[in-house]
């Protein structure tokens, strides 16, 4: 699929420009913003060591583990199919924990561990299950506390409000992750995709190939998972004094604001303003209570962020020339013209309709994308506001259907598929409306 698109960006691009005359205009564009995607990756990287390192923070000192403690109670209702006591229940957990800290590395050997005890359960080989559609449903809202990505890319593009997208990120992929249940569990009662009606014949063979966990990756995410020594009562305290001065310090901010401020306003200044350092605070109060040699930890995780900047440099050069070349060539204004009448009447700006189409597919097309959104646009425009809620509102969806499920050998989906992609429409209607709600746009 992604062939097909950067295919069409690039041979569209030419083919438009050679008609109207643009070439000039388009052969620049591709030379200017491939420099401008090794420059962006570059700058990428001092966000991402950043937050990487106090990420890691977060992953010594055991979050991932009592975030998973918390979810259990919910899962047993989710999954009444799957015994509370079943090898499955851990990994889905853990997995679902992991996601909603951004750890997508440890993430997916959860996953697939689950999927392949998940298996164990399953009456018909080669067809979903109740459990298996509604796990990768959720997999597929991609539920997580702090759009990381979204926030460094805004604050390397210059933002004075990178941290501005966090509670109606948060907001959005809830509402995808709700309708994800909802959909899911509504559509396993009804007739049309009943289990037996896919089995295979007796003996029939499975040709649909098994990709097994990566060992040392699920080693990894096990370590992660492993209980921590629990905080002593002096460290407990000490953090709790730091948190009560700082709880202060935001009462006596929020009544001086409240004078020539609304409610909503003091409320979006305190999220976009205080939120960031409030988050390091409360990490590094959370390792020192851990006894996490946080400064360590720190330095560690953060090399992560170089390895990134470096790895995703060859699919932000790809996307952005592809989108830079079809701006330039005049075919985005041609689409823009053709499909503006329909984007806005919903509140949905056609310039921020490549996002949703891509984010399906590819993360790091979606980064991408993204990232040239906001560049053209300005990250602390509407559309910039709004490319970085479909983003973090859902998952990709595609890879995650296709890793999962075939990992265990499943060839029949029965309703995942549709789950999934209701995820996804909601996070963009939950997107839209949030975006409207906390930033405004008035349509052209």
């Not at 561990?113 to 080669?126: D, F, H, S, V």
């Not at 935001?250 to 909503?264: E, I, N, Y």
């Not at 306003?265 to 996490?292: N, T, Y």
């Not at 490549?354 to 590819?362: R, Y």
Request: with cysteine.
């Amino acid at each position: 699929m992604l062939n097909g698109i950067f295919f069409v960006l690039i041979a569209g691009s030419v083919l438009t420009a050679a008609f109207r005359g643009t070439m000039p205009q388009v052969t620049e564009a591709s030379l200017t913003a491939a420099r401008d995607a090794v420059a962006l990756a570059i700058s990428l990287v001092g966000q991402m060591a950043l937050w990487l390192g106090f990420f890691g923070i977060v992953r010594e000192g055991g979050l991932m583990r009592s975030i998973a403690r918390g979810l259990r109670p919910l899962m047993r209702r989710l999954f009444p199919e799957v015994p509370e006591d079943h090898p499955a229940m851990g990994p889905m957990i853990l997995n679902l924990a992991a996601n909603m800290l951004g750890l997508g590395n440890a993430a997916t050997p959860f996953g697939l561990k689950a999927m392949a005890e998940l298996n164990t359960l399953n009456r018909y080989p080669g067809v979903a299950t109740n459990s298996m559609a509604l796990f990768l449903s959720l997999n597929a809202a991609g539920v997580a506390i702090l759009p990381l990505g979204a926030v460094a890319v805004r604050a390397a593009l210059g933002s004075k409000d990178p941290a501005g997208i966090v509670l109606p990120s948060f907001l959005s992929t809830f509402s995808a992750a709700a309708t994800a249940v909802v959909v899911a569990k509504l559509l396993e009662r009804s007739p049309r995709f009943a289990p037996e009606r896919y089995a295979l014949p007796a003996g029939a063979p499975d040709p649909t190939p098994r990709k097994e966990p990566d060992a040392a990756a699920l080693a990894a995410a096990e370590k992660l998972a492993a209980p921590h020594a629990p905080a002593t009562p002096a460290r407990r305290l000490f953090a709790l004094v730091v948190l009560i001065a700082f709880g202060v310090a935001v009462v006596r901010a929020a009544q001086g604001l409240s004078a020539t401020h609304t409610g909503f306003e003091v409320f979006r200044a305190f999220m976009s303003q205080w939120l960031l350092p409030f988050l390091m605070l409360l990490i590094l109060l959370f390792g020192v209570a851990r006894k996490v040699k946080v400064y360590e930890v720190f330095v560690v995780a953060a090399k992560e962020g170089f390895q990134i900047g470096v790895t995703i440099i060859p699919f932000l050069v790809a996307i952005l020339v592809g989108i830079a070349m079809f701006r330039a060539s005049g075919a985005m204004d041609a689409l823009a013209r053709v499909l503006s009448p329909l984007t806005s009447r919903v509140g949905f700006p056609v310039e921020a309709l490549p996002m949703a189409l891509i984010k399906p597919l590819s993360g790091t097309g979606a980064l991408g994308v993204m990232s040239e959104a906001m560049k053209t646009h300005g990250p602390d425009s509407f559309i910039g506001y709004l490319v970085c809620l479909l983003n973090a509102g859902t998952d990709t969806t595609f890879y995650v259907l296709a890793v999962y499920f075939g990992s265990v050998q499943v060839r029949v989906l029965r309703h995942t598929l549709l789950a999934c992609l209701s995820a996804d429409l909601a996070g963009y209607v939950a997107a839209t409306a949030l975006c409207h709600l906390f930033f405004g746009w008035a349509p052209r």
